[in-house]
């Protein structure tokens, strides 16, 4: 990774091939890299180069290079470098629903330590972040879920937390499903009843449970896939703003911070 990004002045992110429920990123990193903020995705990555640090569930923590990190849905996070040449990373961002059908419904197994030595990792998902421009077919895209479905079992310290009674995987994705449809959109929670035929309380204790997130940040998370296609498409801010269902510029801004550690323009000027 050291001869794509590190050594270009500034902070530098490049997106790989990726499919649906996965994206694959290589980014290089200066100085306190990014703000605390949270994703609605598994995040699973490797340090290539220079020495990662961040805060992570009430500890700081060191990655070195060659080790991984494993960081769950909806926990806060920042990340900064533990030197001053900076630190390079790549990285699998991994929706829970994709380890939900890899898993065939059921808890999301938790990983309490986030660091994870090199050995205890299959070589295949290290190949995954190597040739992160090959393109992911349904069968790759196969693959990877399983292989991260083994890691998160793998390096779970405990059984995943039951909840009373089996969660109601098919109404709730029908849920799930209404909300990606249109992010822009302003369903209501009677809307989420009709659906799945679920009470309300019962979709905000199970939504998180099965997806890793509650259905409002889903929701926000969607938007902000809208608002980064937009801008890797050279749509003016105020106008992917609009567009993605937000109040206004400031409101996207804060949300699209609060979710990567960037603004949406530091985010557009670091791509490459």
Known sequence: MREHLLGVAGSRLRFGCGAEGI?????????AAFSPHRHDTYAIGMTMAGVQTFRYRGERRVCLPGEWHILH??????????????????????????????????????VADPVVRPQRMHPALAACLR??????DEFARLEVALLVVAALERHADAPPRRTHGKPALEALTRVREL????????????????????????????FRVVFGTSPTRFRTMRRLDLV??????GT???EAALAAGFADQSHMTRMFKRAYG???????AALV
Do not use: C, K, N
């Open 179 to 206: 909300i990606a449809a249109d992010p822009a959109a302003r369903h209501t929670l009677a809307e989420y009843e009709r659906v799945s035929g679920l009470d309300r309380w019962t979709i905000a204790r199970q």
């Open 131 to 136: 040739r992160m421009d090959e393109p992911l």
């Open 23 to 31: 994206e694959r990123l290589e980014a290089a990193l200066v100085g």
């Open 262 to 268: 960037f603004t949406p323009g530091e985010w557009a």
């Open 228 to 233: 980064r296609r937009a801008l890797r498409q």
């Open 73 to 110: 849905p909806d926990e806060l996070h920042d990340g900064a470098a533990g030197g001053e040449e900076g630190f390079g990373y790549r990285i699998l961002y991994v929706d829970p629903f994709l380890v939900q059908e890899a898993l065939g419904g059921g808890p999301l197994p938790f």
């Open 236 to 238: 003016p801010l105020p």
